[in-house]
């Protein structure tokens, strides 16, 4: 992965068709997807349950691009050796998910990733400020985690806060919410590069009819700009 600021549309599995996984994949990406997003959920750190490395293992073949683990799990440094080895190009884990988010930031790294943290809505810049030079990625969350479809939380002002901690480091800021043409636009603004897409890029599209894909992932890069 080189580093640079231009914009990236992540689609999310998590709004696919799971019985399809792998050719899903490979559809979105052969219709403009930048990076693959795989949402692994537990159950206890958020109310949902999605899948684990196994998945992401049986999925990487499929995928030409990046494959961009968030890890909404606690604990999280158990589980770290299984995503790297199933092949995550990110692992991004959640700062509210444990007492040691340097330690895990390290391990991370340590294993070959790209290392990102991810700030959930009530939680402020301030919780990553001393982070920045152990970072590789900020994901901020423009929604409670858990589910998949819900209604963006305007985020802006700590996406701009980010933006001026992370200065000129090679930092991505993502963006996980409620992303699509009437909310890109907003967070690309402020300074976010990444952004995740679910319902809205996999919406009125197929494996078998993956034209929409493309549609919804160019609306939503015209209107960010």
Not at 29 to 38: K, L, P, S, T, Y
Request: proline content about 6%; hydrophobic content about 45%.
């Amino acid at each position: 992965m080189t580093f640079d600021r231009s914009l990236k549309i992540a689609p999310s599995i998590l709004a696919s068709d799971f019985a399809n996984f792998g050719a899903e994949c490979a559809a979105v990406e052969a219709q403009g997807a930048d990076w693959i997003h795989v949402d692994v959920m537990d159950g206890h750190f958020v109310p949902a349950i999605t899948f684990g490395a196994q998945t992401c293992a049986a999925i990487r073949p499929h995928i030409k691009t990046v494959m961009d683990v968030h890890l909404m799990i606690s604990p999280v440094d158990a589980y770290l050796q299984g995503f790297a080895d199933a092949g995550a190009d990110v692992i991004t884990a959640h700062v509210e998910a444990g007492p040691h988010i340097h330690r895990t930031l390290q391990t991370i790294r340590g294993l070959g990733c790209k290392a990102g943290v991810a700030l959930n809505p009530g939680t402020p810049a301030s919780a990553v400020a001393d982070l920045m030079d152990d970072v590789d990625l900020v994901c901020v969350m423009t929604v409670n985690p858990g589910f998949g479809g819900q209604k963006f939380i305007d985020m802006t002002a700590k996406v701009r806060q980010l933006r001026e901690m992370i200065g000129d480091r090679p930092v991505h800021i993502e963006i996980d919410g409620g992303v699509d043409p009437s909310t890109a636009p907003l967070v690309r603004a402020a300074g976010a590069d990444v952004l995740v897409a679910g319902s809205a890029v996999f919406r009125g599209g197929s494996v078998d009819n993956p034209g929409p894909y493309g549609d919804n992932i160019r609306a939503i890069r015209a209107a960010a700009g």
